[in-house]
């Protein structure tokens, strides 16, 4: 093969797996979801104590996170419900219900909601600072002894209360949770099921408010969504992140991962054409990497090296073959072959089917 050749096969090679990488991560769908949910949230405005119009990007402190979830939040999520029955879904999205999923922005239906929030470890001080935590009370809140005293990030919270006995401590707490939180990084985490209802929802949220996770000691709250858009094929993990400070400062962050359940069902032509084109490329690589051996052979590896470029080849060579290869990795987790939405719909597997969406949303990124 002359080096002519050889160069137009790297530049196919090269569009082939720059278009195969595109779609399969689908980077264009992941914007396209991310822009129509976010722009419909920011949007959406709110009233605080004072009476003021707010919006999300205008959240200062956690009285005012919680108006924003207890009312624009809500409107949105609960705004567009469809009813239509089982099989209009076909098997892949069949629900268990009369109602679709909520939908955010015509077609992006809400699956899932967490919302978890994280506090501050109080520390003690030294000279004139009180060791009491500061305490920020809304309406009606009043705090126990117990309570005003804790140093703990990750003391169970509990509704303020002389006694909670252990019957009530379900009802009346939340346990601080590892594996169930945003990214694993540990706070108190509760899921809502948008089918559920905007009352649960605004339950989840209320439990929260109560426990007193909206004082001062909040560091930090984040709320989260598993979205999927069916004319897509597309998963979205958008989260909302609220990160807070004694000094009354309140930094958002936004974060969106998306994911393709289908991209790996040979069954459907568009992804066996994707499959066949991976083999295809794998072919291609394993073709360069024969050359570049035969070329070491006959020149020994020195010399061969010692080439202007060939080292570059050769390492491009193996992190493509990675790259590829990974696919067949990923192609192993169990979500690709085995999830059904009604493990969203089961309060038993709800928890852990979200948090292995998210962990596969974060390890595609």
């Given at each position: 093969?002359?080096?002519?050749?050889?160069?137009?096969?790297?530049?196919v090679?090269?569009?082939?797996?720059v278009?195969?990488?595109?779609?399969?991560?689908?980077?264009w769908?992941?914007n396209?979801?991310?822009?129509?949910v976010?722009?419909v949230?920011?949007k959406?405005?709110?009233q605080?104590?004072?009476?003021?119009?707010l919006y999300?990007?205008?959240?200062?402190?956690?009285?005012?996170l919680?108006?924003?979830?207890s009312?624009a939040?809500?409107?949105?999520t609960?705004?567009?419900?469809t009813?239509?029955?089982n099989?209009?879904?076909?098997d892949?999205?069949?629900?268990?219900?009369?109602?679709?999923p909520?939908?955010?922005?015509?077609?992006?239906?809400m699956?899932?909601i967490?919302?978890?929030?994280?506090?501050?470890?109080?520390?003690?001080?030294?000279?004139?600072?009180?060791?009491?935590t500061p305490q920020?009370?809304?309406?009606?809140?009043?705090?126990?002894?117990?309570s005003?005293?804790t140093?703990?990030?990750?003391?169970d919270?509990?509704i303020?209360?002389?006694n909670?006995?252990?019957?009530n401590?379900?009802?009346?707490?939340m346990?601080?949770?590892?594996e169930?939180?945003?990214?694993?990084?540990?706070?108190?985490?509760?899921?809502?099921?948008?089918?559920?209802?905007?009352?649960?929802?605004?339950a989840?949220l209320d439990k929260?408010?109560?426990v007193?996770l909206?004082?001062?000691?909040l560091a930090?709250?984040?709320v989260?969504?598993?979205?999927?858009?069916?004319?897509l094929?597309?998963?979205l993990?958008?989260?909302?992140?609220?990160?807070?400070?004694?000094a009354?400062n309140?930094?958002?962050?936004?974060?969106?991962?998306?994911?393709?359940?289908?991209?790996?069902?040979?069954?459907?032509p568009k992804?066996?054409?994707?499959?066949?084109?991976r083999?295809a490329?794998m072919?291609?690589l394993f073709?360069?990497?024969?050359?570049e051996?035969?070329?070491i052979?006959?020149?020994g590896?020195?010399q061969?090296f010692?080439?202007?470029?060939?080292?570059?080849?050769?390492?491009?060579?193996?992190i493509?073959?990675m790259?590829?290869?990974s696919?067949?990795i990923?192609?192993?987790?169990d979500?690709?072959?085995?999830?059904?939405?009604?493990?969203?719909?089961?309060?038993a597997t709800?928890?852990?089917t979200?948090?292995?969406?998210?962990?596969l949303?974060?390890?595609?990124?």
């Open positions: 093969m002359g080096e002519a050749s050889r160069a137009a096969f790297y530049v090679f090269a569009f082939c797996t278009y195969l990488n595109i779609v399969s991560v689908s980077t769908n992941q396209a979801l991310y822009r129509t976010t722009n949230y920011a959406a405005p709110f605080d104590e004072a009476g003021r119009t999300v990007d205008g959240i200062s402190n956690p009285d005012q919680y108006l924003w979830l009312t939040f809500k409107k949105v609960f705004n567009e419900v009813s239509m029955s099989t209009e879904w076909g892949l999205v069949k629900w268990n219900s009369s109602s679709s909520n939908t955010v922005g015509s077609f992006n239906r699956v899932m967490r919302m978890t929030a994280k506090r501050w470890k109080m520390e003690k001080t030294m000279g004139v600072f009180k060791l009491m920020h009370l809304g309406k009606s809140r009043v705090l126990d002894s117990s005003k005293n140093n703990e990030d990750s003391d919270a509990c303020p209360a002389e909670i006995s252990l019957l401590r379900t009802r009346d707490c346990q601080y949770e590892v169930s939180s945003f990214d694993g990084s540990g706070g108190f985490a509760d899921f809502v099921n948008p089918i559920d209802g905007p009352e649960v929802y605004q989840s929260m408010w109560n007193n909206f004082d001062l000691r930090t709250f984040t989260d969504a598993m979205i999927y858009n069916s004319n094929d597309q998963w993990n958008q989260a909302w992140i609220f990160k807070f400070d004694f009354g309140c930094k958002q962050e936004k974060v969106a991962r998306g994911f393709n359940l289908n991209v790996f069902n040979t069954n459907e992804y066996m054409g994707l499959y066949i084109l083999c490329c072919i291609m073709g360069f990497l024969s050359i051996l035969k070329q052979w006959d020149l590896i020195w061969h010692r080439r202007s470029g060939n080292l570059t080849d050769m390492i491009s060579i193996w493509s073959i790259v590829l290869s696919y067949w990923i192609e192993m987790n979500l690709y072959t085995n999830f059904r939405f009604e493990m969203l719909l089961n309060q709800r928890a852990e979200y948090v292995k969406l998210t962990q949303a974060s390890t595609l990124q």
